[in-house]
């Protein structure tokens, strides 16, 4: 059925928690995993110099990968770990997804409603919009 799941993260204790769901939605599936993190590309008006912050955005993404593919290993899975950067996360997983040819997206949501969505948005919100593939939202 799902020949192929993407599992985002950022690192978090919330993203984890769809990483592992994800994982063992792919154990019992028999499922080729990719785990994607997205990183924030340099913002113009910053008061860090782009190497800095460059480096910054790696360290953050190879430690939320790295947390991943332990879990990944665990499990006795060999997750595929990608790194991209987009200045909207939710473009880029769904892109990575359909060039991946993934057949679902596993993604963790804080699950906000009313005023705090709409001031903090929500990547799942765009992601489960936007994606031509079925999309698992853990909470």
Avoid: F
Avoid at 36 to 45: A, G, H, R
């Amino acid at each position: 059925m799902y020949s192929h799941i993407l599992i985002t993260t950022d690192g978090s204790e919330l993203a984890q928690r769809g990483v592992d769901h994800g994982l063992s939605l792919a154990k019992n599936l028999a499922s080729k995993v990719t785990v994607l993190t997205v990183t924030e590309p340099y913002p113009l008006q910053s008061a860090a110099t782009v190497e800095s912050w460059t480096n910054a955005q790696k360290e953050h993404a190879a430690a939320a990968l790295a947390k991943a593919g332990s879990a990944a290993s665990n499990m006795g899975l060999n997750a595929e770990l990608l790194q991209t950067t987009n200045s909207s996360p939710a473009e880029a997983i769904v892109e990575t997804a359909k060039q991946l040819g993934c057949s679902l997206i596993v993604m963790a949501s804080h699950g906000r409603r009313g005023v705090s969505r709409l001031l903090l948005g929500s990547q799942t919100a765009e992601v489960v919009h936007y994606s031509a593939i079925p999309v698992l939202v853990v909470r």
